[in-house]
C-alpha cells in the first residue's frame, strides 16, 4: 500500500506563509501529475493546485497568486509554497499523485493530510 508522507504544516497568523512538503515516489515522478487537496471542517475537499509530469500547473482562483505548486522529480518531492495566507486556508492539506499513469496503474496515490491552521 503506498502512501505519500506530507510534512510543514502548523499554526501561523493571518499573511504568514508556510511551505507544505510531500515524499512521493520513483514511479509517481515518472508517471503521474501530482496535486494539494485541501478539506476544511464541514467541507467537501477541493483541489488547491496541481502540477503535471511536464509541470504545466494548475492552480484554484481562491490561491491563484499566493500559492505555489512545485515537484523535483529527482528527488521525489512535492512542495506547496504559501503566502498571504488568511482564515479561510485553515484546513488539512492532503497530497496526491491523482492522475495520469498508464490504464494498468492509473495513479491514485494520497497522503494523510497535514493540518494548517490561520488565525
Known amino acids: 500500500h503506498v502512501q505519500l508522507v506530507e510534512s510543514g504544516g502548523g499554526s501561523v497568523q493571518a499573511g504568514g506563509s508556510l511551505k507544505l512538503s510531500c515524499i512521493t515516489s520513483?514511479?509517481?515522478?515518472?508517471?503521474?501529475?501530482e496535486a494539494w487537496h485541501r478539506q476544511a471542517p464541514g467541507k467537501e475537499r477541493e483541489l488547491m493546485a496541481s502540477?503535471?509530469?511536464?509541470?504545466?500547473?494548475f492552480y484554484a482562483n481562491s490561491v491563484l497568486g499566493r500559492f505555489t505548486i512545485s515537484r523535483d522529480n529527482a528527488q521525489n518531492t512535492l512542495e506547496l509554497q504559501m503566502d498571504n495566507l488568511t482564515i479561510a486556508d485553515t484546513a488539512r492539506y492532503y497530497c496526491a499523485a491523482s492522475f495520469g499513469g498508464p490504464s494498468w496503474r492509473p495513479c491514485n496515490y494520497w497522503g494523510q493530510g497535514t493540518q494548517v491552521t490561520v488565525s
Open positions: 502540477v503535471s509530469r511536464e509541470g504545466d500547473t
Open positions: 520513483q514511479y509517481m515522478s515518472r508517471n503521474c501529475g
